[in-house]
């Protein structure tokens, strides 16, 4: 008798040609070795089809479509850089009068420092937005009181960020990422533009207080978006009102109103957006308008204050 046949085919992995493999892929149907196999709700799936069904499952998103986030990042990275820039102006005090919120002042031959006037005589230079230092709306609410000076001196940068942690870390998960950034900014540049429009010239403001006014308006509004309790973020909103009238004396309520306001309103494009595909189109759209209503009250007032000139 002559042996049986035994030349039945051997099948192997697609990946690994020269592994033998006799299970196969229940999405593509593919043969699979023990190294390419993936646990699936049932059976087994290649490496390339775990990879198609993530790409193919819709992400979750927050209520106003920004990506789930449980981890305050961009709050910690700001307090960080509140941080930094507090020892930098510590060892050069001098970064302050750079960069802190001014209209306009003159520096004098002495080096001294004058009251601005249009038509200022030679020999002495302007400084603030006059002279063109528009960076100043930003970089100074991330600047503080040094330990020695002002009302509250180094309790100015510590309750500051106290009070940027316990709201950044409600409000950057319900916002997410982008436009968390896109709120603090806003709120930052809303507290300058009504520093400039409201303040004398002469004055120099500096702080995160504009901004984190702007993230109390956002947990406000968030807040009855969701249809949260709002006993509790009433006593906040009170509390919130009476610090922004009883330190009007001792603080910049310029400042505190105009990032409560531009918080508010960007936080409400943010959150009453209808939700669909041009969601994020319409909430982008919102930020554009406010950055352009704080561009031309700015530019309008520096205008003004150089007799019809803007400095480049």
């Not at 970089?139 to 940068?157: A, D, V």
């Not at 308008?289 to 003004?304: C, D, T």
Request: aromatic content about 8%; proline content about 5%.
């Amino acid at each position: 008798m002559e042996p049986e046949s035994t030349d039945a085919a051997v099948t192997t992995c697609y990946r690994h040609p020269k592994v033998e493999s006799h299970v196969r892929c229940t999405r593509c149907e593919r043969y699979i070795c023990p190294s390419c196999m993936r646990e699936a709700a049932v059976g087994h799936q290649c490496v390339e089809c775990v990879k198609e069904g993530a790409r193919s499952v819709r992400q979750a998103r927050t209520l106003v479509g920004g990506r789930i986030t449980t981890t305050p990042l961009v709050t910690s990275v700001l307090i960080g850089l509140n941080v930094l820039a507090y020892l930098a102006e510590l060892a050069r005090p001098e970064l302050v009068d750079r960069f802190a919120m001014l209209s306009a002042r003159l520096i004098g031959p002495d080096g001294g420092f004058y009251i601005y006037r249009p038509g200022y005589p030679s020999g002495f230079e302007p400084s603030g937005l006059v002279a063109g230092e528009w960076e100043r709306l930003l970089t100074s609410g991330f600047l503080h009181m040094p330990p020695t000076e002002g009302t509250f001196g180094l309790l100015h940068i510590v309750l500051n960020m106290v009070a940027l942690w316990q709201l950044g870390r409600v409000v950057e998960p319900m916002l997410g990422r982008l436009r968390f950034v896109a709120l603090y900014l806003l709120a930052t540049l809303g507290g300058s533009v009504f520093e400039l429009r409201l303040t004398d010239v002469n004055v120099e403001s500096l702080g995160a207080s504009g901004a984190i006014f702007g993230l109390g308006a956002a947990y406000y509004v968030l807040a009855r978006r969701i249809g949260a309790d709002m006993r509790a973020v009433n006593r906040f909103m009170v509390f919130l009102m009476l610090w922004l009238v009883l330190s009007a004396g001792l603080t910049s309520w310029q400042g505190h109103l105009g990032g409560l306001l531009t918080g508010a309103a960007v936080t409400a494009a943010f959150a009453y957006a209808p939700r669909g595909p041009r969601q994020a189109l319409i909430q982008a759209a919102a930020c554009a308008g406010v950055l352009a209503l704080l561009a031309m009250a700015a530019f309008a007032k520096v205008s003004e204050l150089t007799g019809g000139g803007i400095p480049q």
